[in-house]
């Protein structure tokens, strides 16, 4: 389009956008405005669809900034009640704070995009398997040069991949 835009050029075109937003007909919003009445209708028509949806990219970007905060808020909430059952020897209220905390980090970590949505899987700090590593170690117990090899292989696989 060759031909500048009186209202993209206007220096109230925000207010422009927002009068055509809410509905009032193009007459009035160039009237109200000292604009031709085409190119208002022009303008509403070819223009302001990617203004909108600019803002409306704007707003998104806001409004994950705001949510970065609130979570950052809950984290020291959660954080200060951690300390403060600690402190009082409250460790139901510490667990439940400690699991909140978690949550709030992986929603942190989230929201700044370091993870992703795939779950990892680390063996060496799940329970099951420390529990199942401990009874092939006890079952080995006997058996001392398999013991050594089945450990030897456990620490290899466990830390050398992934
Ligand atoms: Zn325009």
Not at 74 to 85: P, Y
Not at 93 to 106: D, K, V
Request: hydrophobic share 40%; proline share 4%.
């Amino acid at each position: 389009m060759p031909r500048r835009c009186t209202v993209c050029d206007h220096p109230e075109r925000h207010s422009i956008d927002e009068a055509l937003v809410t509905g009032t007909p193009y007459r009035s919003v160039a009237k109200r405005f000292g604009l031709s009445e085409s190119a208002v209708y022009r303008h509403k028509v070819e223009h302001l669809p990617a203004h909108l949806l600019k803002a409306e990219e704007a707003k998104e970007v806001a409004q994950a900034d705001d949510l970065l905060e609130q979570v950052k808020h809950l984290q020291g909430r959660a954080l200060d009640i951690l300390e403060r059952a600690e402190k009082a020897g409250d460790l139901r209220t510490a667990l439940a704070a400690i699991s909140q905390a978690r949550g709030n980090l992986e929603l942190l970590a989230k929201l700044a995009g370091e993870l992703d949505e795939r779950p990892v899987v680390n063996l060496n700090v799940s329970p099951e398997w420390l529990e199942l590593r401990a009874v092939i170690v006890a079952a080995l117990e006997p058996h001392s040069d398999a013991r050594g090899a089945v450990l030897r292989a456990l620490e290899a696989g466990g830390n050398g991949s992934a």
